[in-house]
């Protein structure tokens, strides 16, 4: 990671330490160091300039709820808006613990998108009820319980950079 007259270009090394740390948050800047052929103090300044800079927004640990026995239903709310309001609802449904992820599309219709969890139907529907329902703006709402999950990741620079080989090998 460069400064050139404050704008922060990212480079190859930058990326490949990122795609370490998404393997494994907790090497050590020796073990990405070695595996880069880089001094570990190397690992540690450009780091420590990606999570100023906010390249790297948090480390967290996965934890597989239904080992430690928390069970949750996942829904998908779909909620059409007044597109003069979407922005307003989005941001209010990003303050409720129990939504995850929030987005918005526009096609027809302006759309805000949540994904949402609860300990059981009854739980959901008093959320949406309570919650989601009365923010103004909210036209209509649709929900999607989701009873199977077959797969949930979050993005790995390791999937670009395959696609990017592939790509280059056509």
């Known amino acids: 990671m460069k400064s050139k007259s404050h704008a922060i270009t990212f480079d190859d090394l930058d990326r490949q330490i990122l795609r370490f740390l998404q393997e494994n948050a ?7 160091g070695n595996r880069l052929d880089v001094a570990h103090s190397t690992v540690y300044d450009r780091i420590q300039k990606m999570e100023e800079h906010g390249f790297i927004k948090k480390y967290e ?11 949750l239903i996942t829904a998908q709310v779909n909620i059409t808006a007044d597109p003069k309001e979407a922005e307003n609802i989005a ?8 939504v995850l992820e929030v987005s918005t599309s526009f096609s027809e219709e302006f759309v805000v998108l ?17 919650s989601i329902a009365p923010i103004p703006g909210v036209l209509k709402i649709r929900t999607a319980v989701v009873t199977k999950k077959y797969k949930e990741e ?17």
Do not use: M, P
């Not at 934890?63 to 430690?68: C, G, M």
């Not at 949540?114 to 309570?130: N, T």
């Open 154 to 170: 979050r993005f790995s620079l390791a999937v670009e950079e395959n696609a990017a080989k592939k790509r280059n090998s056509l």
């Open 61 to 71: 640990a996965l934890v597989d709820l239904e080992k430690i026995g928390v069970s």
């Open 26 to 32: 907790k090497s050590t800047y020796s073990e990405i």
């Open 91 to 98: 941001r209010k449904l990003t303050k409720f613990g129990q």
């Open 114 to 130: 949540a994904k949402v969890v609860a300990r059981d139907q009854a739980e959901l529907h008093s959320f949406i009820a309570k």
